[in-house]
Every structure is written in structure tokens, then in C-alpha cells.
């Protein structure tokens, strides 16, 4: 590990996370679904661009560090998933946490599958 490594996903994380933060209050100012949706959007967009970072064939050093580690480790969320989830639980709302759960997995996998997809076989 350098400093240059830290200081990329530093850098990565700087971007990442005030991006979670606009993507989570519009949600919640815009939609019936809120913060919910918000959580959603940022995982399945992370897992995206994850995907696309870890299908380049011959990546420069930076680019993990900064994208992968950094920005996408900063713009999602699993953490929030999770407090959502037992909250759903502990108010017994069994279709909202099941769907929140399904709906991450359902879009986050195949994000990342589509991703990986168009740089590996670019």
C-alpha cells in the first residue's frame, strides 16, 4: 500500500459520497419512496460502475484505488441497506423488506454482470 493508493481512494471517496448524499435527499424530497429509493439507486449505480471497473482488461493503476475502492465504496451503501432492512423488521413491513432486499440484489447483480460486460469484451 502507498500514499498515492490512500490519497486516490481518498480522492474517489471525496466524490462518492456528497453524490450518495444529493442522490438520497432528492429521493426523499421528490419521491413517496425516499431515502429507500435513494439507497437503491446509489447501490445499483455503484454496482454498475464497479462492474465496468472490474471488466477493464488492462487497467492503470489509479483506477481502482479511485473508482472501485474510493468512489463506489463511498456512493454505496450497505450499511443503510441493512439499518432499512431491520427497521422493516421491526415494524413488521415483510413486503417492503422483502422487496427493498430483492429489488437491491435483483438490480445490483446484473449491474455489475452488465458493466463487467461492456469493458471486458469491448
Given at each position: 500500500m502507498s500514499v498515492s493508493s490512500v490519497l486516490l481512494v481518498a480522492v474517489g471517496a471525496a466524490l462518492g459520497a456528497p453524490l450518495r448524499f444529493v442522490i438520497d435527499r432528492w429521493a426523499r424530497e421528490h419521491t413517496r419512496a425516499?431515502?429507500?429509493?435513494?439507497?437503491?439507486?446509489?447501490?445499483?449505480?455503484?454496482?454498475?460502475?464497479?462492474?465496468?471497473?472490474?471488466?477493464?482488461?488492462?487497467?492503470?493503476?489509479?483506477?481502482?484505488?479511485?473508482?472501485?475502492?474510493?468512489?463506489?465504496?463511498?456512493?454505496?451503501?450497505?450499511?443503510?441497506?441493512?439499518?432499512?432492512?431491520?427497521?422493516?423488521?421491526?415494524?413488521?413491513?415483510?413486503?417492503?423488506?422483502?422487496?427493498?432486499?430483492?429489488l437491491t440484489l435483483g438490480l445490483g447483480l446484473p449491474a455489475v454482470w452488465l458493466g463487467y460486460l461492456l469493458t471486458a469484451h469491448a
Open positions: 425516499g431515502t429507500i429509493l435513494g439507497t437503491l439507486v446509489v447501490n445499483v449505480v455503484g454496482s454498475f460502475v464497479l462492474g465496468l471497473v472490474a471488466g477493464v482488461p488492462h487497467p492503470a493503476s489509479w483506477l481502482m484505488p479511485l473508482v472501485g475502492i474510493g468512489f463506489c465504496g463511498a456512493l454505496t451503501t450497505f450499511s443503510t441497506l441493512a439499518f432499512e432492512a431491520w427497521v422493516f423488521l421491526e415494524e413488521r413491513a415483510w413486503k417492503p423488506f422483502a422487496a427493498n432486499l430483492i
